[in-house]
């Protein structure tokens, strides 16, 4: 009974995901594709890095 189950539940979601993967291929197809362009600011004089001291004890 136990392996029934089992090979049922397995079945289910490989019929799932490949209903799945079907309705993705076919919707990108249907839906116009938005490219957008980002701009990025090359600022030389601000950094965002952290910086340690390290002093060692004699």
Same mark, same amino acid.
């Given at each position: $009974? /136990?392996?029934?189950? *089992?090979?049922?539940? !397995?079945?289910? $979601? !490989?019929i799932?995901?490949g =209903? *799945?993967? @079907? %309705? %993705?291929?076919? +919707? +990108?197809?249907? /839906?116009? @594709? @938005? +490219?957008?362009? @980002?701009? =990025?600011?090359?600022? &030389? /004089? +601000?950094t %965002? =890095?952290?910086?340690? %001291? !390290?002093? &060692?004890? &004699?």
């Amino acid at each position: $009974m /136990k392996r029934n189950s *089992l090979g049922g539940l !397995v079945a289910f $979601m !490989v019929i799932l995901t490949g =209903l *799945l993967v @079907i %309705d %993705d291929l076919t +919707s +990108s197809q249907q /839906k116009p @594709i @938005i +490219s957008d362009n @980002i701009q =990025l600011d090359n600022n &030389e /004089k +601000s950094t %965002d =890095l952290a910086t340690l %001291d !390290v002093v &060692e004890d &004699e």
